[in-house]
């Protein structure tokens, strides 16, 4: 089970470029990165995923290393809405043979934006 | 639509009741799950179940019993309730046989009195 480790809290401006830096030193080759995030009174919310260089979509960037021990994601222009937290997770799908990583959310990274 | 809904989202009792929350998702998924989040924010699997059978039964109290009557439904029954069990219990899905996004319901709000 690939073990991640995030900052528990970070704190941003609005208007700000956020980076959120994941650690996953024991990925598996057949894991995946995937992001959720979590506003307080919600369930979480699936942001965006990704297996290695760089993913874009609406919401936000991944970028990944090619040793994938680390993932960063990349929330462009943060505003009061993004405060939230990121939860990163690791793992393959179990009917793949995978690990049940991409199932467990670990203490996430709690993003504070003031204005 | 809501994709996965569940009910009820609050709920107050007295230590000791039994209760249930229903779960239900209209996407079409194969998997659905139980995951429960404490008051310091955890949040951690429950249960899991995969064409209404348990693939994941984390170290949970049997007082705690899902039913899956198909698998568009994961209700989540807890026996004698104690104070401990207050939390918020969020049910979800997912396409297991594709990259298992998980998709969330809006929780349930559990206060055991």
């Known amino acids: 089970l690939a073990k991640t480790t995030q900052p528990i809290s970070m704190d941003s401006y609005e208007g700000q470029e956020v980076n959120i830096t994941c650690s996953h030193n024991?990925?598996?080759?057949?894991?995946?990165i995937t992001w959720y995030q979590q506003f307080p009174s919600q369930g979480p919310r699936f942001i965006i995923q990704?297996?290695?260089t760089k993913v874009t979509n609406e919401v936000a960037s991944l970028f990944i290393p090619a040793d994938r021990k680390s993932s960063t994601l990349s929330l462009p222009r943060v505003s009061l809405s993004d405060t939230a937290v990121y939860y990163c997770?690791?793992?393959?799908?179990?009917?793949?043979?995978?690990?049940?990583?991409?199932?467990?959310f670990g203490k996430g990274t709690k993003l504070s934006v003031k204005p | 639509d809501t994709a996965v809904s569940q009910t009820p989202k609050y709920l107050v009792t007295q230590m000791g009741n039994d209760k249930s929350i229903k779960c239900e998702q209209n996407?079409?998924?194969?998997?659905m799950y139980w995951y429960k989040q404490d008051s310091k924010k955890f949040l951690k699997i429950m249960f899991s179940?995969?064409?209404?059978?348990?693939?994941i039964n984390e170290t949970v109290p049997n007082r705690f019993s899902p039913k899956s009557p198909d698998k568009a439904h994961l209700n989540l029954h807890i026996n004698s309730l104690e104070l401990g069990d207050s939390a918020v219990y969020f049910c979800?899905?997912?396409?297991?046989?594709?990259?298992?996004?998980?998709?969330f319901g809006e929780g349930s709000w559990l206060t055991v009195v």
């Open positions: 979800a899905s997912s396409q297991i046989g594709g990259r298992n996004t998980i998709y």
């Open positions: 024991n990925i598996a080759t057949n894991d995946y």
């Open positions: 990704g297996y290695k």
């Open positions: 997770l690791v793992g393959d799908n179990p009917v793949n043979g995978g690990s049940q990583g991409n199932l467990i």
């Open positions: 996407l079409g998924h194969d998997t």
């Open positions: 179940y995969n064409n209404k059978e348990l693939i």
